[in-house]
């Protein structure tokens, strides 16, 4: 039981390059959200997902598209990325239902140059 | 909209020592979940405690433990016997318990870094 898995864990790339984030969880949690942490912050929302299928937006969406074809995987792309973008990303999960806890997933560490 | 705010940047304790960390929150919920995370230098994002609102009784999980005043909007964090493995980013977060919205996701504090010196 692996738990929540990230990858990559560090990238480095060019502005206006694209990129995919992949999390992926074995707990067969209904919900999964992609959160972002800047220096002197704490995690920010930035899509979330409640179900195979279906994305949402969350605080800080702009920039970002997110896909979640199957149940265990929930993607994060950057279609072009930018500087501001530089951030460590971070995966959670967690069972239906707002009562239950989220599991994170290790973060991706991305630098945009 | 709710708000979490830790008023500590940094705060440091001697080993064996007890530290408490601060957290405020601002919600008009009357229901609602509030937890501590920890994060060390690996960046994993660790569980500590979590409370829920409804419950007067503190939560505790071996030598942590919660402070939570209700009326005060005040969640703070005991770490009693303090060990060298503690030392890292401890953050304060809020989840609302209401359907809807963004299903239920953290909302975080900007963090406290705990150093426990030897």
């Known amino acids: 039981n692996a738990g929540v898995t990230q990858t990559p864990k560090f990238r480095v790339l060019k502005t206006g390059q694209s990129m995919t984030l992949l999390c992926a969880q074995d707990?067969?949690?209904?919900?999964m959200y992609w959160y972002r942490q800047d220096p002197g912050m704490g995690l920010r929302l930035i899509h979330y997902?409640?179900?195979?299928?279906?994305?949402a937006k969350g605080e800080v969406p702009d920039g970002y598209n997110v896909s979640r074809l199957k149940k265990q995987n929930f993607l994060l792309g950057l279609e072009s990325a930018a500087p501001s973008q530089t951030s460590v990303y971070f995966c959670?999960?967690?069972?239906?239902?707002?009562?239950?806890?989220?599991?994170f997933g290790p973060g991706t560490r991305l630098l945009v140059l | 909209a709710q708000t979490v705010t830790q008023s500590q940047p940094e705060m440091s304790v001697q080993e064996a020592e007890t530290v408490t960390l601060s957290c405020t929150y601002d919600?008009?919920?009357?229901?609602?979940?509030l937890f501590w995370y920890k994060q060390p230098p690996s960046r994993q994002m660790i569980l500590v405690i979590r409370?829920?609102?409804?419950?007067?009784q503190n939560a505790t999980e071996n030598r942590f433990s919660v402070n939570f005043q209700k009326a005060a909007k005040s969640f703070s964090l005991k770490i009693s016997d303090s060990q060298l493995g503690d030392a890292a980013m401890y953050f304060c977060?809020?989840?609302?318990?209401?359907?809807?919205?963004?299903?239920?996701?953290?909302?975080f504090g900007k963090g406290t870094k705990l150093s426990v010196k030897p």
């Open positions: 959670a999960s967690s069972k239906q239902g707002v009562r239950e806890t989220q599991y």
């Open positions: 707990m067969n949690h209904e919900y």
């Open positions: 997902s409640v179900g195979e299928g279906t994305t």
């Open positions: 919600t008009s919920e009357s229901d609602y979940y």
């Open positions: 409370q829920e609102a409804y419950k007067q």
């Open positions: 977060a809020y989840r609302t318990s209401y359907l809807g919205g963004s299903q239920g996701n953290l909302i």
